[in-house]
């Protein structure tokens, strides 16, 4: 890993930090340098604005999403790749900078409104959710194996104050979700 992807990686861990602690709207550019003990000029180098930090997280994820489709859509729709399609997704959530994502959406849903990495996001998830299910899938499983996704997300949002390790929640998510993906119709 080279010094400039070092030091975009670091400035989007303070960013992602400051704009979930602070919000996004209250954080300055200027207060994201000076978190890093670096000048203005050394952050505009990487990225210009806000918005691009913001861009650049959302596409690390995007892209991340964008493999886990390509592969489920490369498998025919078996449990046993729904299966695998939820262990795959488990262990994204578990890699980089997911948790830290996601909450920064959740404390930032007015802010992020309309913005296009944010939709295209989205719209990724609801792909995934798609990858889950069946043509002919009655509406009662397709609910069930798109609330596999949430479960997941769920174990680490709800449950987060719970005397548990991130371990235990990242399990009991992955419990959930492989239960709720095995859905019947029954």
């Known amino acids: 890993m080279g010094a400039q992807t070092d030091t975009r990686s670091r400035i989007q861990e303070v960013a992602i930090r400051l704009f979930t602690e602070q919000g996004y709207e209250a954080t300055s550019l200027r207060e994201i340098a000076e978190a890093l ?12 604005t806000k918005e691009d930090i913001v861009a650049s997280l ?6 991340a999403l964008d493999e886990l489709i390509a592969w489920a859509n490369g498998h025919p729709r078996t449990p046993e790749t729904r299966g695998e399609l939820i262990r795959r997704y488990s262990a994204q959530m578990s890699e980089g900078r997911h948790h830290e994502i996601m909450q920064f959406m959740d404390r930032n849903k007015t802010a992020l409104q309309g ?8 719209e990724r998830l609801g792909e995934l959710m798609q990858a889950l299910c069946g043509p002919d899938d009655p509406l009662p499983v397709r609910l069930r194996r798109s609330m596999a996704l949430f479960a ?9 104050d719970e005397s548990s390790t991130e371990e235990e929640r990242t399990a009991a998510g992955l419990q959930v979700a492989l239960e709720l993906a095995d859905a019947s119709g029954s």
């Open 152 to 160: 997941m997300h769920a174990a680490w949002f709800f449950l987060r």
């Open 37 to 48: 003990g670096v000048t203005k000029a050394a952050l505009y180098y990487h990225f210009r």
């Open 58 to 63: 959302i596409e690390d994820r995007v892209k």
């Open 115 to 122: 913005h296009a990495q944010v939709d295209l996001m989205r």
